[in-house]
């Protein structure tokens, strides 16, 4: 983003889009705590295509729905040791792929961990935000609300 552009205000809370994971739609938690984004996966792959090293991983994308898996794959970009909120390290793999927040996209990192137990299956870190938002702590889907269960075509 230039200098002379608006930033874009978040909430705590925002729905995002990650189109090429297939993900129409997932509620990302906006933290600038955290340094990196994390996305939540389990059962992940990583494999060899066309010389290309890449991950395939599952993911439950709307909160407290157990029973609805999307399967996404991507190229690997590294693989990294990062400290969770409770100061545990764990080696991720880190992918690389587009965001959708309201009107923008662009392009962000990621690393796949297990966030079952976490509310929020997404968490957007400072890293993805820096010269593009600023965040409101007092307010939550300024960029839009939506239905997961309708984006998904779930009852």
Request: glycine share 6%.
């Amino acid at each position: 983003m230039k200098k002379n552009e608006q930033l874009m205000t978040l909430g705590w809370r925002e729905w995002v889009a990650l189109p090429e994971l297939g993900l129409p739609a997932i509620k990302a938690k906006v933290d600038t705590g955290a340094r990196t984004s994390a996305l939540h996966a389990f059962e992940i792959d990583r494999y060899t295509e066309n010389s290309v090293d890449m991950v395939r991983f599952l993911l439950h994308p709307i909160q407290k729905n157990q029973d609805f898996v999307i399967e996404c794959t991507a190229p690997l970009k590294d693989k990294r040791l990062v400290s969770d909120s409770g100061g545990h390290r764990e080696m991720r793999f880190v992918i690389e792929t587009l965001i959708v927040i309201g009107t923008y996209s662009y392009p962000i990192e990621l690393t796949l961990t297990d966030r079952d137990t976490m509310r929020f299956k997404m968490l957007l870190g400072r890293t993805a935000l820096e010269n593009r938002a600023v965040v409101d702590p007092a307010a939550s889907f300024k960029c839009g609300k939506k239905n997961a269960k309708l984006v998904y075509g779930l009852k």
